[in-house]
């Protein structure tokens, strides 16, 4: 089922989050490893489930709530969170750098810690809103045929195809169902 796409990518993001919290509880020690695995992931999967999720499920989603106004407010809400997190990310991303090669980077470790944990807190909400609304809502609303043009268009940006490739696919797919 391609919704579990976006479980697993929730999960990946989740995974960075207890390493954040655990970056944090572990100050002012450092191990330079675990810092940098961070930024790998902040860097990778984060942005990378943002991509699928803003790409891919939103906008067949959009498309299958059009006229709910209950379901547009909650996607719009979405949309917001992901806009906040990628414009938060690079901030994040230099703070994990900074830190995996310097002991301070410019900032004592409980204003570091306060940093991470402001961080890890944003991005859990955000994932308790895919994970306790948004899946399921794409779940009790999306047809089969829905799903099909979901899988074909994860496999698709997977492939390396630009989002606006895989987004122009989505809609000419959903464009042959309603004709």
Same mark, same amino acid.
């Given at each position: 089922?391609?919704?579990?796409?976006?479980?697993?990518?929730?999960?990946?993001? /989740?995974?960075?989050?207890?390493?954040?919290?655990?970056? /944090?509880?572990?100050?002012?020690?450092?191990?330079?490893?675990?810092?940098?695995? /961070?930024?790998?992931?902040?860097? #990778?999967?984060?942005?990378?489930?943002?991509?699928?999720?803003?790409?891919?499920?939103?906008?067949?989603?959009?498309?299958?709530?059009?006229?709910?106004?209950?379901?547009?407010?909650?996607?719009?809400?979405?949309?917001?969170?992901?806009?906040?997190?990628?414009?938060?990310?690079?901030?994040?991303?230099?703070?994990?750098?900074?830190?995996?090669?310097?002991?301070?980077?410019?900032?004592?470790?409980?204003?570091?810690?306060? /940093?991470?944990?402001?961080?890890?807190?944003?991005?859990?909400?955000?994932?308790?809103?895919? #994970?306790?609304?948004?899946?399921?809502?794409?779940?009790?609303?999306?047809?089969?045929?829905?799903?099909?043009?979901? @899988?074909?268009?994860?496999?698709?940006?997977?492939?390396?195809?630009?989002?606006?490739?895989?987004?122009?696919?989505? @809609?000419?797919?959903?464009?042959?169902?309603? @004709?």
């Amino acid at each position: 089922m391609p919704l579990m796409q976006f479980v697993s990518g929730a999960h990946r993001v /989740a995974e960075l989050c207890d390493l954040l919290e655990a970056l /944090a509880d572990d100050l002012p020690r450092k191990a330079t490893p675990v810092w940098r695995e /961070a930024v790998r992931l902040s860097v #990778t999967v984060v942005p990378e489930h943002i991509k699928e999720m803003t790409c891919i499920l939103l906008p067949v989603l959009r498309q299958r709530t059009k006229g709910d106004a209950l379901c547009e407010a909650v996607l719009r809400r979405v949309q917001t969170d992901y806009d906040e997190s990628r414009s938060t990310l690079p901030e994040l991303t230099e703070l994990l750098e900074q830190s995996a090669v310097n002991s301070t980077p410019g900032m004592t470790p409980e204003a570091l810690g306060f /940093a991470l944990r402001g961080h890890f807190e944003m991005i859990r909400r955000h994932i308790g809103w895919e #994970t306790d609304v948004v899946l399921p809502l794409a779940k009790s609303r999306l047809t089969d045929t829905d799903l099909r043009a979901i @899988s074909n268009s994860i496999i698709m940006l997977q492939d390396g195809v630009g989002s606006e490739v895989v987004l122009l696919a989505s @809609s000419q797919q959903k464009g042959r169902k309603q @004709s």
